[in-house]
């Protein structure tokens, strides 16, 4: 079956503007998440969703991310009024839920702030 | 706050060649997982261990689970150019069964 994907690939973009990316977790997975890669590190976590809701959102750097998933499949992390230190890899990745630790990430999404 | 090392940072071998890369962590994981990612592309999972002093092997890879659940290894055995990649562990802990907290992970370059 399909994976995670995420789009864009690669987005740039300049410093103040705003940026929406977007995951498609695999089918009947009901846990969401979204990491963030920068260069040289592993992923550091910052969602989790759990169906619709955002069961942990402790990651978030501030408030200017955001994210959603309202219909608890798709999801969108959005930024707003982006910083150059913003520039990274954003990864989602997806899980059975319940007490199953497996998570599948997608490819991610490369976001460069010029 | 969780910290998990790995090492070696970087490990360039030849072709042929064994090697054994490690994790570890002052606090006791729950679970652990294992990932290699390429270049431009995703993490992908090899193995999940939950059990202390569990063993799971994987063709010519083989993972290991400290018996406190406190670090883990990777030992490849012969390994080959397709093995490049950065290896990445992540653990599930402070009751947490969903938040991974990662390593910065091993670059492995296995030159034919």
């Known amino acids: 079956g399909a994976g995670v994907s995420q789009t864009p690939s690669n987005k740039v973009t300049e410093k103040g503007k705003y940026v929406e990316l977007r995951c498609d977790p695999i089918?009947?997975?009901?846990?969401l998440y979204w990491y963030r890669q920068s260069l040289g590190q592993g992923p550091e976590f910052l969602i989790y969703?759990?169906?619709?809701?955002?069961?942990?959102d402790s990651g978030l750097p501030n408030d200017r991310f955001f994210a959603v998933r309202p219909e608890g499949s798709v999801s969108t992390l959005k930024i707003q009024r982006t910083e150059r230190g913003d520039s990274a890899v954003y990864l989602c990745?997806?899980?059975?839920?319940?007490?199953?630790?497996?998570?599948?990430f997608g490819p991610g999404t490369r976001l460069t702030v010029l | 706050t969780q910290l998990l090392e790995q090492s070696p940072q970087f490990l360039s071998i030849q072709e042929g060649e064994n090697l054994t890369v490690y994790c570890n962590s002052s606090?006791?994981?729950?679970?652990l997982q294992w990932y290699r990612q390429e270049p431009g592309e995703g993490p992908v999972l090899l193995v999940t261990?939950?059990?202390?002093?569990e063993v799971k092997k994987l063709k010519r890879l083989t993972f290991q689970f400290g018996d406190a659940r406190k670090d883990s290894s990777l030992h490849i055995t012969a390994a080959q150019p397709g093995d490049t990649g950065l290896y990445l562990c992540?653990?599930?802990?402070?009751?947490?069964?969903?938040?991974?907290?990662f390593g910065k992970g091993t670059l492995l370059t296995v030159n034919p």
């Open positions: 990745a997806s899980s059975l839920g319940g007490r199953t630790p497996e998570q599948f």
């Open positions: 089918s009947g997975h009901t846990a």
């Open positions: 969703f759990q169906g619709t809701g955002a069961a942990d």
């Open positions: 606090s006791v994981f729950s679970s």
């Open positions: 261990v939950v059990t202390g002093g």
């Open positions: 992540g653990g599930m802990s402070g009751g947490s069964n969903y938040k991974l907290t």
